[in-house]
């Protein structure tokens, strides 16, 4: 049992003096319910942390973890190799639109998202144009807390404590205008023009210097931000133009959450890499990947014919348990058609939030896939108003996730309609009695 102080665990993201002073701890899970210390049932509406798409202690993949580590505990992939790494790049390959099938492992959104721009860079070099080093990040974006994710971040709360960061590193603006876009539902359909603003970051840098833009599709910590109809499309176009690479973070879209197998597929737009986390093994294992399009393996491969092509790695990449963790999760969402019901949940989905509009202190809902926020009127410091909202939420047996004063929700694929009514009647409630 640990401390009644709870004094030795750092918790991260967290407010740790008024976490232990009111303690919050889950001691199981089931399907769409956590269980609290006590025995209370939580309907858990953020799928753990963005990652639980298929729901909770799925046995399949607990099954699949133990069998391996009873035979294979650990195998470096440093000159080194194990079965299940190439079966579960073949799957995600295979998952992956265009000729994105070549896959790096991580252990985690955040180093995927740095093996990315570390792989844009030596991509440039390889081909001959190291000058091009620039790397194109946006605000209110999130790419994990690594100093390479921290700096093409745009949230300055969780970058201002450690700068300064990584030089060489432009910003876009943000797409999201609350007075031409509150309570849209799904695309906005205002707001493509802003993709306009990477001509601009051209016209001052110059493209010749510009390794890659990231964006997450739809952008998670920053509020649930949904991309304008046609901004995509147009920051690739303006990409291929100026012979730029375009990275998604889709650490969280990816994996069922926008009803397809990734964000790119759901809006029909390849990028040249995908940084993948979270869902991929459904929570249970830490694991993150890289899919990367052919053209850029092969550049840097033959960039080095003898030797380590790419001096990069972990301890950990592509580890036994996560891949068997990988594998067992990619086929529950194939066998239980997941992403597919994903996308037949989204219009009730899409009501229930929209459906909170009138509640008190709603200033805005935003909507797409199985991601929806509700944006709350500020009051005082950032997380004044959300953070009493959340805690009521959970005394009432609902787990919501905040985005400072944004409520965000992430249900699991699994979730039924019923579970939607529970988690709109509650914060509701919830709003009502603030």
Same mark, same amino acid.
């Given at each position: ?9 750092? $918790?991260?993201?967290?407010?740790? %003096? ?7 701890? *889950?001691?199981? !899970?089931?399907? $769409? ?14 799928? /753990? ?5 298929? /729901? ?15 035979? *294979? ?21 295979? *998952? ?73 590193? @432009? ?10 876009? @509150?309570?849209?539902?799904?695309? &906005? ?7 306009? #603003? ?5 016209? =001052? ?30 920051? %690739? +176009? ?7 690479? *375009? ?8 994996? !069922? ?5 990734? #964000?790119? =597929? ?26 990367? %399009? ?10 080095? &014919?003898? /030797? ?17 963790? !990988? ?20 219009? +009730? ?35 004044? %108003?959300? @953070?009493?909202? $959340? ?11 905040? #985005? ?6 992430? &249900? +699991?694929?699994?979730?039924? &309609? ?17």
């Amino acid at each position: 049992m640990p401390s009644e102080d709870l004094a030795s665990f750092w $918790m991260p993201f967290t407010a740790n %003096r008024a976490f232990k002073r009111q303690p919050r701890l *889950l001691v199981a !899970g089931r399907g $769409m319910h956590y269980t609290a210390a006590g025995g209370r049932e939580i309907l858990d509406a953020t799928s /753990g942390l963005w990652c639980v798409n298929a /729901g909770h202690a799925r046995r399949e993949i607990a099954d699949a973890v133990h069998r391996v580590l009873s035979q *294979l505990g650990y195998a470096t992939s440093f000159q080194m190799g194990h079965p299940a790494a190439f079966e579960l790049a073949d799957r995600l390959a295979e *998952l992956l639109p265009g000729e994105l099938d070549r896959v790096f492992f991580t252990n985690s959104g955040s180093e995927s998202v740095d093996t990315a721009l570390k792989i844009a860079r030596a991509y440039q070099r390889a081909r001959g144009a190291p000058e091009r080093r620039v790397l194109v990040g946006r605000e209110r974006s999130y790419h994990g807390v690594n100093f390479g994710g921290l700096s093409v971040g745009g949230l300055p709360n969780i970058q201002s404590p450690f700068g300064p960061l990584l030089p060489d590193v @432009a910003h876009l603006p943000h797409t999201h205008d609350r007075e031409q876009m @509150a309570f849209s539902r799904g695309q &906005p359909v205002w707001g493509a023009e802003r993709a306009e #603003a990477l001509e601009e970051v051209v016209a =001052e840098r110059g493209a010749g210097t510009i390794a890659a833009v990231i964006v997450e599709p739809v952008a998670g910590a920053g509020g649930v931000l949904v991309p304008p109809n046609g901004y995509l499309e147009r920051l %690739r +176009a303006i990409c291929d133009r100026h012979d730029i690479l *375009l990275i998604f973070d889709e650490v969280i879209t990816a994996f !069922g959450r926008l009803g397809a197998a990734t #964000a790119a =597929e759901r809006f029909g737009i390849v990028p040249d890499m995908i940084t993948m986390a979270k869902g991929l093994t459904n929570g249970a294992i830490p694991m993150g990947a890289v899919g990367i %399009r052919r053209y850029i393996g092969e550049t840097i491969l033959d960039a080095s &014919p003898g /030797g380590v092509e790419l001096p990069h790695g972990y301890t950990y990449s592509g580890h036994p348990a996560a891949c068997a963790a !990988g594998l067992a999760t990619l086929s529950i969402y194939r066998d239980e058609g997941l992403f597919a019901r994903a996308a037949e949940l989204e219009p +009730a989905f899409e009501d229930m939030v929209h459906g909170l509009r009138d509640a008190p202190g709603v200033i805005d809902v935003r909507n797409l896939g199985l991601m929806g926020a509700i944006e709350l009127e500020p009051a005082g410091n950032p997380g004044a %108003r959300g @953070a009493p909202v $959340m805690q009521a939420c959970f005394d009432r047996g609902l787990l919501v996730r905040l #985005a400072g004063d944004t409520i965000a929700l992430s &249900p +699991a694929l699994i979730a039924e &309609p019923s579970h939607f009514e529970r988690i709109g009647q509650t914060i509701a409630d919830v709003l009502h009695s603030f």
